[in-house]
Nanobody, 127 residues
Framework: QVQLVESGGGLVQAGGSLRLSCAAS????????MGWFRQAPGKEREFVAT????????SYADSVKGRFTISRDNAKNTVYLQMNSLKPEDTALYYC????????????????????WGQGTQVTVSS
């Protein structure tokens, strides 16, 4: 069962921009937190950004802070990742994740609290 579907990936030149989208599949988009993660070949999956239910709180990895912006539109069951000033090191498979229930002791900058995951969308940044 597909819970989340990512789109918007592609090949761009360094310095360019992409906007990734993540949509809930066959259900209401209402998770406490939405996150974006990425995984490059031979690397561990790493945190990129997260956003709270209403969009009032966001957090970013140091590597993308100032360049990427996460947002969500619950009415459209969609979360976005606006990626600007892309660098070759941003090349990775980008995953959307949804945490359904808030856990005070959880770190939403890690993968553990997230319940649903998409299959990923590829972002490739050329020099």
């Amino acid at each position: 069962q597909v819970q989340l579907v990512e789109s918007g990936g592609g090949l761009v030149q360094a310095g360019g921009s992409l906007r990734l989208s993540c949509a809930a599949s066959g259900r209401t988009f209402s998770g406490y937190a939405m996150g974006w993660f990425r995984q490059a070949p031979g690397k561990e999956r790493e945190f990129v950004a997260t956003i709270s239910r209403t969009g009032g709180s966001t957090s970013y990895a140091d590597s993308v802070k100032g360049r990427f912006t996460i947002s969500r539109d619950n009415a459209k069951n969609t979360v976005y990742l606006q990626m600007n000033s892309l660098k070759p090191e941003d090349t990775a498979l980008y995953y959307c994740a949804e945490g359904l229930v808030y856990n005070a002791g959880s770190d939403y900058n890690t993968a553990e609290p997230y319940d649903y995951w998409g299959q990923g969308t590829q972002v490739t940044v050329s020099s």
